[in-house]
């Protein structure tokens, strides 16, 4: 074992275990620590055991067992106890060692801590780091933001244990690890990572629910579809593992899936986005509305009592099945390209108002291996943005705006199908009437103007005077002619 180690790592969960055993495998020396003691000296004994892994007993012996310019990556709950550990960490650091925190943290914590320990005369990483517990092991995607000066002292060790995506020669050689941009953009792009999981996760749940109640499919015959839909654009590791879900079969031989309550969980990253798209005025639809979807799932005992009063359309399909299949296919992947469109609208915009530099074409390959999200079609976005790193939305690049315009009239169909049929699509519907605002030049915002001038004397402009002109008219002849810039209903 070298004298010093690499790199400390502290939180000994299983996440933080498996990056510690990742690292070792690629040739670094690890000290790992927790805030309870037992917990290193059971993995000491345990899965480190033999390896160029040390345990440390203080926060003491952590620091002094690293070779410098320290580092120390930090993998405990979310919050405070983050805060603690760095405090517990700064009278042993010395200028220019670099804290890494790797947990689920909300970005606006990441931006606050990079600012503190930059002050200090310290380096700061949030990181981002996905892919669960076997990611974490066998190659996590990775995406770091903080201080710009720490990401040529780790880069090494990051990029040797992230997943590895195929270069153009087909050889598994790039790292799905790159640097994000400044202070929490690596929290903020895995915020971001996740809401875009929930929109994935949720349009796959819709198309099951046609199938199931509108075309009448059993599980295998969803089964095969998902199957084969992995064999197209769609290609990706949540079609992958909905295909291995309706193969599972229960004890009793019949599917697990139809056993499961039908309430979702959540832990809050998608909502995070939700909120940070209404803060940054970014229209994220359809991952607002997967969030809204878990919520709605979660009110069961409502669902299942409005069920008993409130009557909907007969289901009803005489239509081709094969041809609706393919339909839906399509919708799901239009409404895909959709939610990813928003998704980089989210970043440009959190860009321009937290002044980061963001690295686009990078962010789509860190997420084409090791995460939740990776799919084929990621190339396709870092092709993009490697054309045109400017980019304003993805919907108006050749292959986006061709694949969205061959596949509307199926996804028409299929949102219409679902309506008549009253089933439940938000996110397939949403993402529809986002793409129909999206591209007409001229809405009924208009009237929306008249309405607020109207009632608050908030102003409008005309389409027949240049912009930044603004108009108030005396809509009733009562009030007066005075606008909201002098007072405010
Ligand atoms: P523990 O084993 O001592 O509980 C995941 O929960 C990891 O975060 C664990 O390693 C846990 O340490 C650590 N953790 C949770 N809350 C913590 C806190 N307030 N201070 C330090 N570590 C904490």
């Known amino acids: ?40 000296e059971k993995f000491i004994e345990g899965r480190a055991k033999g390896k160029n892994i040390r345990g440390a007993d203080s926060v003491k012996t952590l620091v002094e067992s690293l070779a410098t310019p320290r580092k120390v990556m930090l993998m405990v709950k979310a919050g405070q106890a983050v805060d603690d550990f760095i405090e517990q960490l700064i009278p042993f ?3 220019g060692d670099i804290i890494i ?54 880069k090494d060790i990051f990029q040797s244990i992230s997943a590895k995506v195929a270069d ?38 819709e198309a099951y629910q046609l199938m199931k109640v509108v075309l009448g499919l059993n599980a295998d015959e969803i089964q095969k579809v998902f199957a084969h839909w992995n064999t197209t654009e769609l ?41 940070t798209a209404l803060d940054l005025g970014v229209p994220l639809t359809l991952i607002a509305d997967s969030v809204f979807a878990r919520c709605i799932s979660a ?17 009803h399909f005489d239509g081709d099945k094969a041809e609706f299949i393919e339909n839906l296919r399509q919708a799901v992947l239009a409404a895909k390209i959709v939610s990813y469109a928003q998704g980089y609208m989210l970043m440009q915009e959190a860009a321009k108002e937290f002044n980061w530099e963001l690295n686009y074409g990078g962010i789509a390959l860190m997420w084409r291996g090791g995460c939740i999200i990776r799919s084929a079609f990621l190339g396709k976005i870092k092709e993009a943005y490697d054309a045109d790193p400017k980019l304003e939305n993805l919907l108006l690049t050749p292959y986006f705006k061709d694949t969205v315009e061959s596949s509307q009239a199926g996804w028409r169909k299929v949102v219409g199908t679902a309506v008549t049929n009253g089933i439940a699509i938000p996110c397939l519907s949403s993402a529809l009437t986002y793409f129909d605002g999206f591209r007409t030049a001229r809405l009924p915002a208009n009237l929306l103007q008249a309405q607020r001038d109207y009632f608050g004397a908030h102003t409008y402009e005309r389409t027949d005077k240049p912009r930044g002109e603004f108009f108030h008219t005396n809509w009733t002849g009562r009030g007066g002619d005075t606008s909201s810039t002098t007072y405010d209903v």
């Open 101 to 154: 925190d790797g947990g689920n943290t909300h970005f606006p914590d990441s931006n606050r801590r990079t600012e503190y320990l930059e002050s200090k005369g310290l380096l700061y990483i949030g990181t981002g780091v996905s892919g669960g517990e076997e990611g974490a092991l066998k190659g996590p995607s990775i995406m770091l933001g903080g201080s710009k000066k720490a990401w040529p002292l780790v």
């Open 299 to 315: 009110k069961k005992e409502q669902r299942v009592a409005a069920s008993k009063v409130i009557s909907g359309p007969e289901i």
């Open 235 to 275: 290609d990706s590791y949540l079609i992958d593992i909905t295909k291995d879900i309706f193969a599972f079969k229960d004890e009793d031989g019949e599917p697990l899936v139809e056993k499961i309550l039908d309430t979702a969980g959540q832990k809050g990253t998608g909502k995070w986005t939700g909120v």
């Open 1 to 40: 074992m070298k004298s010093k180690s690499d790199i400390g790592l502290v939180g000994l969960a299983v996440m933080g275990e498996n990056l510690i055993l990742n690292m070792e495998s690629k040739g670094f020396t690890v000290t790992a620590y927790n805030r309870s003691y037992s917990k290193v």
């Open 168 to 205: 153009e020669n087909g050889n598994e050689v790039v790292p799905c690890c790159d640097w994000v941009g400044d202070a929490g953009a690596g929290h903020f792009v895995k915020m971001v990572h996740n809401g875009i999981e929930y929109g994935d996760m949720q349009l796959i749940c």
């Open 93 to 95: 650091l010395d200028q």
